[in-house]
């Protein structure tokens, strides 16, 4: 379990500890430990769901569909993503999957395991502005889920600014850009987020 006794004082340490986990619940799995991308002192984190086969192999978090998807929408508000953020998950194992399927989503066992190390990559990392992206990422940050009803609105949690926003995942099977569809929405939200960084950015 992860030892809260001694906070770590830097990511590095935090991402040793990780790689070090002993008994991480997909220990037998057979998948890689996959843990962040970006630039670890950028203002805004994004935490994912757990990593996909693509970023199993690569080992960098949203380097599939959804990552490209999650780029483009990052960089139509005007976010680099390799320099103004920092993309991590809830889960740092690809699930395995079960009956034909290549992986799974993570069960409450595995985000509850997995919580303690996304604090601390918080606390370590310290964002002022932190988007959480589908139920997964709401169950682990904010134990609670229900994304249509969370997205677009912001919760202040130890002083920094948490917004739920759909998972790219769910965009690439809603195509829709009429207004209300799930992409508009994600647009509004993304608008709103960069708003708030601004803003922060000028305190
Ligand atoms: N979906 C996620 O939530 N995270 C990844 O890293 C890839 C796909």
């Not at 996909?52 to 960089?75: R, S, T, Y």
């Not at 005007?78 to 799974?104: K, L, Q």
């Amino acid at each position: 379990m992860f030892d809260t006794s001694k906070p770590y004082s830097t990511l590095d340490e935090v991402l040793a500890a990780i790689r070090g986990m002993k008994d991480d619940p997909l220990v037998n799995a057979g998948t890689n430990i996959v843990i962040s991308r970006g630039n670890p002192s950028a203002k805004l984190l994004l935490v994912g769901e757990a990593p996909g086969p693509q970023e199993n192999i690569k080992g960098k978090p949203f380097v599939g569909p959804a990552g490209q998807l999650l780029d483009k929408i990052l960089q139509a508000a005007n976010f680099d993503p390799e320099s103004d953020v920092y993309i991590t998950n809830s889960v740092f194992r690809m699930p395995p999957g079960e009956n034909g399927a290549n992986f799974r989503k993570p069960n409450d066992a595995e985000i509850d395991y997995y919580r303690p190390f996304v604090f601390e990559i918080i606390r370590v990392m310290n964002p002022r502005v932190i988007l959480l992206t589908g139920n997964v990422a709401c169950q682990s940050v904010l134990r609670k889920t229900g994304i249509t009803s969370l997205r677009g609105k912001w919760v202040e949690m130890d002083g920094r600014w948490v917004m739920p926003i759909y998972h790219p995942s769910y965009l690439l099977r809603n195509q829709s850009r009429e207004p209300g569809s799930p992409k508009a929405q994600m647009w509004d939200d993304i608008r709103e987020a960069r708003k708030k960084y601004d803003e922060l950015q000028g305190m």
